[in-house]
């Protein structure tokens, strides 16, 4: 009774779509529906037994989620993340948030009157650019986030990638030939997989901040670190040997050159879309560092279409026990 209490609420909470949608009833008043073969609620049992198995293959597992672009904008679809966080907690998952916060960082940047540019799909983060990058990342975002999980009913604990050394970095040099300075941009180095691990422990999602510091004992252990928040999901994602890694982002997913989605990409797969061209600008460090974590042992790595309502439901749920999503809200690149 206890699963089927479970499948009802989780059909009842996810998107609007074909895949998950029960037959219901147009009146207030009727009689209660009976699940039989022949009964038009066959669509909802099926799914049940799909949310039931994926359930069942994930319990207690890691998915890492990096949260970022247009979709953190929205109110309807940032209170409908934050209850995906607490619905998931409530079924066993160990649930890590690595947000970003893009359009917030622009805002301020105009607002104070800093330039800012990007390179290869990274923010060039001169000591005034981070400086503002971490005032918006850290304090704002990061606590509206966490503070949203709290209010849909889940636990949540906001910190920065410097808080305990939990992201230890060098400087990211840019460019084919690793010569381009892209200023204090980091690349993790240290994950203090032990901070994350206890915060899990406890039920709690620890919802972080791409903001990180030299590693420890390093001659630049001092200097803030501005992470691309995709290069840091994917990385913490591999240190913790995540399930599952999923990027949240503004577009459908990976799209070929006549802007068709990419359903399934092998990493061997996204090597040639880069050199070809395909895939371009900011899709590169999704798909790079998707495909580091892959490699690092994450079992599949999601590009979504975070604009799609409860998306991180959705995928997460939607493939049952092979975990492959729903086949239409996103790219997933697997090793092979």
Request: proline content about 4%; hydrophobic content about 40%.
């Amino acid at each position: 009774m206890k699963l089927l209490a479970t499948t009802l609420f989780l059909a009842s909470s996810l998107p609007n779509t074909s895949a998950f949608v029960p037959t219901q009833p147009s009146s207030r008043h009727h009689t209660p529906t009976i699940l039989h073969a022949d009964n038009p609620a066959k669509p909802f049992v099926t799914n049940a037994k799909t949310i039931a198995s994926a359930v069942h293959s994930l319990s207690g597992q890691t998915i890492v989620v990096k949260y970022g672009g247009n979709a953190m904008t929205t109110p309807e679809l940032a209170r409908g993340f934050c209850e995906d966080i607490a619905t998931l907690q409530r079924l066993g998952l160990r649930i890590v948030v690595v947000h970003g916060g893009g359009p917030m960082i622009n805002k301020m940047l105009e607002k104070v009157g800093v330039e800012s540019r990007f390179e290869g799909g990274m923010r060039v983060s001169t000591k005034e650019v981070v400086d503002v990058a971490a005032m918006v990342l850290c304090g704002d975002v990061n606590k509206s986030i966490s503070g949203g999980i709290v209010l849909a009913g889940g636990r949540a604990f906001g910190l920065s990638g410097r808080d305990d050394g939990l992201l230890q970095c060098t400087k990211l040099w840019g460019g084919d030939d690793g010569s381009l300075d892209l200023g204090n941009v980091g690349q993790v180095k240290v994950v203090n997989t032990d901070l994350i691990n206890e915060l899990l422990d406890g039920g709690i999602t620890p919802v972080i901040a791409p903001i990180g510091m030299g590693v420890k004992g390093a001659e630049d252990d001092e200097v803030v670190y501005n992470i691309n928040a995709d290069v840091a999901a994917g990385r913490i994602a591999g240190e913790l040997r995540a399930a599952r890694v999923l990027f949240l982002t503004d577009i459908a997913g990976v799209l070929d050159k006549e802007m068709q989605l990419l359903k399934s990409l092998t990493c061997n797969d996204i090597d040639g879309l880069i050199k070809d061209e395909t895939i371009t600008g900011g899709m590169i460090p999704k798909v790079t560092y998707a495909t580091d974590a892959v490699k690092l042992g994450v079992k599949g790595a999601f590009i979504t279409d975070g604009r799609v309502p409860h998306a991180l439901l959705n995928e997460i749920l939607a493939g049952g026990e092979e975990g492959l999503g729903s086949g239409g809200g996103g790219t997933i690149v697997t090793l092979n």
